[in-house]
């Protein structure tokens, strides 16, 4: 539906451009007047009044229909359009706002019916044109949506289904929908940013980044082409941190949009260039923004770790811990993140914890099993550290991941030690 704020202007170019001529009488006159303006109360007691002095005048009975519309009425706005529909000067646009009704109320299928009868009372009902591919994506019918759009369809028509099948995770459908509009229109920028969009969908950031570049001049999408822009670069395959981190600054800077979204990349750039000081002041304010998401105190604790601020991240991981909703994987992350934090501070027994935690939640935290040898080696438990330790050589033994490098070297060596075979 359209915003109602903006319905009233769109509403009186779509009854004006099928130009039928209404003789209008005084009473049906001061009616329009009100309607025009947006006053749906005033102008449906005149539209009433005059049916009452002819309940034949069809163009009342139509305007009648509208007021209830406007004023959320579906109901009696179907039974008084049904009536008019009868009439046909008024059947296409009286169909259209039925299905209108119909999909304010969540009808699709019946929407969908009104809006196939508009376009057989007339065929060239561009607004219904674009209502029967709208209808069709949202009833996931997504095939016979873009198929609903032709060459002529106008850009809104191409955001709104392009959008709509970017909600639904349909990106290769949106990437097909604007290449062929752009193979007749070439220049055409609801097409082009329906390309990029979908480009992002499908995290191909460098093609994304590229169609955004070239029409970022455009003012009216600007800001939003920014953030996409930062959100490319800090994403793509070959990142460029210096790039994005300018990007989204600027978008920071020109909408003033604080989201946790926005504060969180940015931290998260300022962490990737090893700038910790100010990845932690950025998840701080992300925090500050909402203090319900455990992915901020986890980022918060992280920068805090690398920062040496140890007592901290505990704090911050225990945070993000008590907020973690049921995803194994990241609660892994954050439990051994907290044993991380408590082992640098030689809390060594809660550590044992958090990391013995980590591995129940996500059997393939390698480095909890290193370092969970590490805390025992600490302890001088021989035993404990040395079966930890071989634990760990196992679970690695056919993973080419160099970073487990120098934890490997270090492991053999204490089991060599210790007299204790690697096996």
Same mark, same amino acid.
């Given at each position: 539906?359209? #915003? ?6 769109? &509403?009186? $170019? ?29 102008a ?24 209830y ?14 009536? !008019? ?21 969540g ?5 969908? +019916?009104?809006?196939?009868? #508009?376009?057989?009372?007339?065929? @060239? ?22 198929? !609903?759009?032709?060459?002529? *369809? @106008? ?11 970017? #909600? +639904? ?20 920028? *609801? ?11 499908e ?11 070239? &029409?970022?001049h ?7 082409i ?39 990349? &940015?931290?998260r ?15 701080? *304010?992300?925090?500050?923004?909402d203090?319900?998401l ?6 918060? $604790? ?45 809390? +060594?027994?809660?550590? &044992?914890? !958090? ?20 805390v ?14 071989r +634990?760990?050589?196992?679970?690695t *033994? ?26």
């Open positions: 539906m359209l #915003a109602r704020a903006n319905f009233s202007d769109y &509403i009186i $170019g779509l009854l004006f451009a099928a130009q039928v001529c209404v003789a209008q009488t005084p009473q049906t006159k001061e009616a329009f007047e009100a309607f025009t303006v947006g006053d749906y109360r005033t449906l007691k005149l539209y009433t009044a005059a049916l009452d002095a002819n309940p034949t005048d069809t163009a009342a009975i139509f305007y009648q229909g509208l007021c519309f406007n004023l959320g009425d579906y109901e009696s706005s179907d039974r008084v359009l049904h009536t !008019a529909s009868f009439s046909r000067p008024f059947r296409a646009r009286a169909y259209y706002f039925m299905a209108k009704s119909e999909e304010a109320g009808a699709l299928a019946s929407a969908l +019916n009104e809006v196939r009868l #508009a376009l057989k009372a007339d065929s @060239t009902f561009a607004p219904a044109h674009k209502l029967l591919a709208q209808l069709l994506c949202a009833n996931k019918q997504f095939d016979a949506a873009m198929d !609903a759009v032709d060459s002529s *369809a @106008t850009a809104d028509v191409i955001t709104s289904v392009g959008n709509c099948l970017l #909600a +639904n995770e349909r990106c290769a459908d949106a990437v097909q929908l604007a290449e062929r509009k752009l193979a007749s229109d070439s220049t055409n920028f *609801a097409a082009q940013l329906l390309l990029a969009d979908a480009y992002f969908c995290t191909k950031y460098e093609h994304a980044a590229a169609i955004y570049q070239r &029409i970022s455009r003012a009216a999408s600007y800001p939003r920014l953030r996409r822009l930062g959100s490319c670069y800090m994403n793509a395959r070959h990142s460029r941190n210096d790039l994005a981190l300018s990007y989204l600054k600027v978008y920071l800077a020109a909408t003033g949009d604080s989201t946790v979204s926005v504060l969180s990349d &940015i931290g750039i300022f962490q990737s260039m090893a700038h910790f000081d100010s990845a932690a002041v950025y998840f701080a *304010a992300a925090v500050r923004q203090a319900s455990a992915g901020s105190h986890f980022n918060l $604790g992280l920068a805090y770790y690398q920062l040496k601020k140890y007592r901290e991240a505990e704090r911050a991981m225990l945070q993000a811990i008590s907020l973690s909703k049921p995803n194994l994987d990241f609660s892994s992350r954050q439990h051994y993140m907290l044993g991380a934090a408590r082992m640098s501070q030689n809390k +060594n027994k809660s550590a &044992i914890q !958090a990391y013995r935690k980590a591995i129940e939640l996500n059997a393939d935290c390698y480095d909890c099993y290193y370092f969970l040898g590490t025992y080696q600490t302890l001088n438990d021989r035993q404990s550290a040395a079966t930890w330790f +634990n760990f050589l196992r679970r *033994a056919d993973l080419k991941d160099t970073r487990f490098d120098d934890m490997r070297k270090h492991a053999r060596q204490y089991l060599q030690q210790t007299h204790e075979a690697p096996k």
